[in-house]
Nanobody, 120 residues
């Protein structure tokens, strides 16, 4: 019943910017948090940034000062503004939502991923 749809990935040169968007739809009782993870080939998936229902944010050290996560609660949408991109930011970026579809059922949902490639 829940879908996360990502958009905004692409190919940019180092120093460029991209803005990722993720919209959650379906039967949603409440959203505890939404965030972005990324996974490069041969590496583990890692947290990039997340934001809680209360507005608290968390960033990986590698992206602090360059990336900004924000949300539009009315639209169940989370954004990731990525500036000053580096080749090491190249990865598949996945949207994640921790949410309840009922009062008692809590689960993690994932988008299909969007490729971000940063050329040197």
């Amino acid at each position: 019943q829940v879908q996360l749809v990502e958009s905004g990935g692409g190919l940019v040169q180092a120093g460029g910017s991209l803005r990722l968007s993720c919209a959650a739809s379906g039967i949603i009782f409440s959203i505890n948090s939404m965030g972005w993870y990324r996974q490069a080939p041969g590496k583990q998936r890692e947290l990039v940034a997340d934001i809680t229902s209360g507005g608290s944010t968390n960033y990986a050290d590698s992206v602090k000062g360059r990336f900004t996560i924000s949300r539009d609660s009315a639209k169940n949408t989370v954004y990731l503004q990525m500036n000053s991109l580096k080749p090491e930011d190249t990865a598949v970026y996945y949207c994640n939502a921790q949410l309840r579809t009922t009062m008692v059922w809590l689960d993690d949902y994932w988008g299909q991923g969007t490729q971000v490639t940063v050329s040197s």
